[in-house]
């Protein structure tokens, strides 16, 4: 484990994403009041938080996230390949660097937003995370056969997005016990119990608030960004413990 990756491990990454994700809210829910009107607040929410816009705060900080996990699975994979060879557990670390590694493209639109290499061409349009369509990239004609199947697929991928990574970091770890036949299954590395409670109290919170009071789905977005860093935290921690043990045993 190299110092870098030792340094992050050893913080408290559940309690840091609490609080700056509760701190992220307490701030949007001032702006909503008048008496605590401030112009700098106002501006740094509705122009850095929540916006589309892949200069702001939020977009910025969910790209470095994607990349940060998507080293830190590679780190996992790497070591796992070295101690065991090329296994299920190595599967499942390749799949979520590579899960990172696309979300990661998909939040810089595939590095147009750096290079901004289709400016000209008007059959490659912005594809993040947020509000990717894909049926301008499987119908490339406006009245394509598949395009009224697809027209509406880009509203419905966020949502499955994180739905999918609900699946695999709360569900399956929650009932793993008890479909242990399944060799895939039992080899997943899974998140702490800390973090799926947060993930599914977080959850409920953001639908609370998204729906009943205000549109805060980009906090969301990069939360999810920063739950992927938790998960490869959590996992990397349960590593070294489990290696410490092992070294007392042996």
């Known amino acids: 484990m190299t110092p870098t990756v030792r340094f ?12 700056f994700i509760v701190l992220i809210y307490v701030a949007c829910v001032l702006d909503q009041y008048e008496w605590v009107s401030n112009q700098y607040l106002n501006t740094f929410i509705h122009t850095e938080m929540l916006t589309n816009d892949e200069s702001s705060f939020f977009e910025i ?4 996230a994607w990349v940060i996990a998507t080293y830190l699975f590679f780190n996992l994979l790497r070591k796992q390949v070295k101690l065991e060879g090329l296994g299920k557990k190595a599967y499942w670390f390749a799949f979520y660097m590579l899960l990172s590694f696309f979300a990661f493209g998909e939040e810089i639109s595939w590095g147009d937003h750096l290079f901004d290499y289709s400016h000209d061409l008007e059959i490659i349009k912005e594809t993040n995370l947020h509000n990717i369509n894909l049926s301008n ?21 966020t949502p499955l997005f994180y739905l999918v990574l609900a699946f695999f970091w709360v569900f399956l770890p929650a009932i793993k016990r008890w479909i242990s036949g399944f060799s895939i299954i039992n080899a997943m590395p899974s998140p702490s119990t800390g973090f799926m409670l947060f993930f599914v109290v977080h959850a409920i919170m953001f ?44």
């Open 207 to 250: 639908i609370f608030i998204d729906y009943a009071l205000f549109n805060v789905g980009q906090v969301f977005e990069m939360f999810i960004s920063l739950a992927t860093i938790a998960v490869a935290l959590d996992i990397l921690k349960a590593n070294a413990q489990a290696q410490a043990i092992e070294r007392e045993n042996s």
């Open 8 to 19: 992050i491990v050893n913080l408290d990454h559940i309690k840091i994403i609490i609080a």
């Open 61 to 64: 900080l969910s790209a470095v």
């Open 137 to 157: 990239l499987l119908s490339l004609e406006k009245d394509g056969v598949m395009d009224a199947y697809l027209k509406n697929l880009g509203n419905l991928l």
